[in-house]
């Protein structure tokens, strides 16, 4: 393959900006090469668990290893389940290393103490701040078309109680579930009316009541 009579090598996958970008889209080595980097961090928290208070070890998760969870999320996370899973397994063994809970406790009950997101969640609020910059008018125009509300894509349609939802292009291939217009639609018409109803106030304040919305739905009890 050529561009401007410069040969151009094909190659199964290429890292671009800290991101793994595969042929076929499927992220499997990005998300390996993430399990490898947390693993290797929740490795050494293990060790220092005994010897560091809580709040301690969740000031190095946040530094360390949130970062490798969230960035790019929003590319590459709107997967099946069983494509992140491993992603899960250790994201939920490192908050019981954080909070010095049993091998197999119900980690739900960890995850609301520490105000710590799991990974399916990072993704939604991450979608969802996005869609947010879109309202404040502060997204790139050419991500803002993929965005558009039922009532921009189809003016003068009869008005409807879903006319403010994102407008979902019609899919007919899994590869065009990981588009922006659905990953970020499908996020944010679910959210509940109440939290969609705050999008007038900032970026960091509507994140927090976002993040706070998603640690209500996780379980208070362990039932391990």
């Not at 509507?206 to 209500?216: G, P, R």
């Amino acid at each position: 393959m050529q561009l401007n009579n410069i040969n151009i090598e094909r190659v199964n996958e290429t890292k671009f900006l800290g991101v793994i970008l595969q042929d076929d889209l499927t992220w499997t080595s990005h998300i390996a090469e993430k399990c490898k980097k947390i693993s290797q961090i929740s490795a050494i928290l293990t060790r220092l668990k005994h010897d560091l208070p809580k709040q301690t070890l969740k000031t190095i998760y946040n530094a360390l290893i949130e970062p490798h969870l969230t960035y790019g999320i929003t590319a590459w996370a709107n997967l099946p389940n069983s494509s992140i899973k491993r992603l899960q397994l250790i994201q939920k063994r490192t908050i019981r290393t954080i909070s010095k809970g049993k091998y197999n406790c119900h980690t739900d009950p960890l995850f609301k103490s520490l105000k710590i997101l799991k990974i399916v969640d990072c993704y939604q609020l991450k979608c969802s701040q996005l869609y947010h910059k879109k309202l404040k008018n502060v997204l790139p125009y050419y991500h803002e078309l993929q965005l558009l509300t039922r009532e921009e894509y189809i003016p003068n349609h009869t008005r409807t109680r879903q006319q403010n939802h994102i407008y979902i292009h019609p899919i007919k291939t899994n590869i065009e579930k990981r588009l922006l217009n659905y990953s970020v639609g499908m996020t944010w018409n679910k959210l509940p009316e109440n939290i969609k109803s705050l999008s007038h106030l900032s970026q960091n304040s509507f994140s927090k009541h976002l993040k706070n919305y998603f640690l209500s739905q996780y379980v208070n009890i362990c039932t391990a």
